[in-house]
């Protein structure tokens, strides 16, 4: 199993950003699909962001246009940079490999 570690959560006020990282353990990283998912208190995981190995990108319409994920095949690493920040998107976000391999999650919170 690959195994994903996130980082780059904090607290962060209204209208600032954040870059989150995602580190994967194998190089088949390269080879598959990643994906960046939230989840708020009380709500289901959503999709906020899927980038494929080549590089084609889909958006939550919640987050176009302030959101944007990218990767780095050499590093086995995608990131999600989130500028514009709203309280709304407080939530714990996870990176995911593929389908089955995810990560432990980190907390992002905007607050004033």
């Known amino acids: 199993q690959v195994q994903l570690v996130e980082s780059g959560g904090g607290l962060v006020q209204p209208g600032g950003s954040l870059r989150l990282s995602c580190a994967a353990s194998?190089?088949?990283?390269?080879?598959?699909?990643m994906g960046w998912y939230r989840q708020a208190p009380g709500k289901q995981r959503e999709l906020v962001a899927t980038?494929?190995?080549?590089?084609?990108?889909v958006y939550a319409d919640s987050v176009k246009g302030r959101f944007t994920i990218s990767r780095d095949n050499g590093k086995n690493t995608v990131y999600l940079q989130m500028n514009s920040l709203k309280p709304e998107d407080t939530a714990v976000y996870y990176c995911?490999?593929?389908?089955?391999?995810w990560g432990q999650g980190t907390q992002v919170t905007v607050s004033s």
């Open positions: 995911r490999l593929g389908i089955a391999n």
């Open positions: 980038i494929t190995s080549g590089g084609i990108t």
């Open positions: 194998d190089s088949i990283f390269s080879h598959y699909i």
